[in-house]
């Protein structure tokens, strides 16, 4: 089946600790999207990715980092200078070609929490 | 990306159709509209975009107005199961982001 995974589902962590969040997708997409979600409100962008090695700053970026080294896959690292990382952390990605076709699909999601 | 204001909620009777607004005043000549819906700690699942022409699929209806200012998603015969949270978001095809607001969480009642 293709699609995009995220583990863990739940992820519980120390306050100073770096935590790293894993993203996967099978769906040959281009662009991929870290996004955190708070009890009750939408979505808020992280950092996006729309090709290999190469990354941007979303709404929300400080105290977290990415990386893309390989198409399928966009880790978060969510660091110990980020104030209050107890979220649920939700990965999407979509085709990027261009065309009138971007929607995007989304993980089953993490929520962290930092004890 | 142009910004998005919704509705905070609405209600709706089983087997009615629903109608959700979406205000995009602000739009540009080369964004779409799409919609997202997200059930309860769940990832948002696509419903349907479109440009400026009425979209239909198996799940709902777009109807954008002719000034492309605002539009209206439609559920057609809603059941207890389309409870959840809309999203209306307007981006460029490869804009490589978009602006998720609070969306519109909608009841849908027996």
């Known amino acids: 089946d293709g699609g995009i995974t995220q583990s863990p589902k739940y992820l519980f962590r120390k306050e100073g600790q770096n935590v790293t969040l894993s993203c996967e997708q099978n769906l040959n997409h281009d662009a991929m999207y870290w996004y955190r979600q708070d009890p009750g409100q939408g979505l808020r962008l992280i950092y996006y990715?729309?090709?290999?090695?190469?990354?941007q700053k979303g709404d929300i970026a400080e105290g977290y980092s990415v990386s893309r080294e390989k198409k399928e896959s966009f880790p978060l690292t969510v660091t110990s200078a980020q104030k209050n990382p107890t979220a649920f952390y939700l990965c999407?990605?979509?085709?990027?070609?261009?065309?009138?076709?971007?929607?995007?699909?989304f993980g089953p999601g993490t929520r962290l929490t930092v004890l | 990306d142009a910004k998005t204001t919704q509705p905070p909620s609405m209600d709706c009777a089983e087997g009615r159709a629903a109608n959700l607004p979406c205000n995009h005043s602000?739009?540009?000549?080369?964004?779409?509209v799409y919609w997202y819906r997200q059930i309860h700690s769940q990832g948002p699942q696509y419903i349907i975009h479109g440009l400026k022409n009425n979209e239909t699929n198996e799940m709902a209806s777009l109807i954008i107005t002719e000034d492309r200012k605002s539009s209206t998603l439609i559920l057609p015969h809603a059941t207890l199961r389309d409870t959840a949270v809309y999203y209306c978001?307007?981006?460029?095809?490869?804009?490589?982001?978009?602006?998720f607001g609070d969306g519109t969480t909608l009841t849908v009642k027996p």
């Open positions: 999407a990605s979509s085709i990027n070609s261009g065309g009138r076709h971007n929607e995007q699909f």
């Open positions: 990715s729309q090709i290999v090695n190469d990354f």
């Open positions: 978001i307007v981006t460029a095809t490869n804009a490589g982001k978009s602006t």
């Open positions: 602000t739009i540009s000549g080369n964004e779409y």
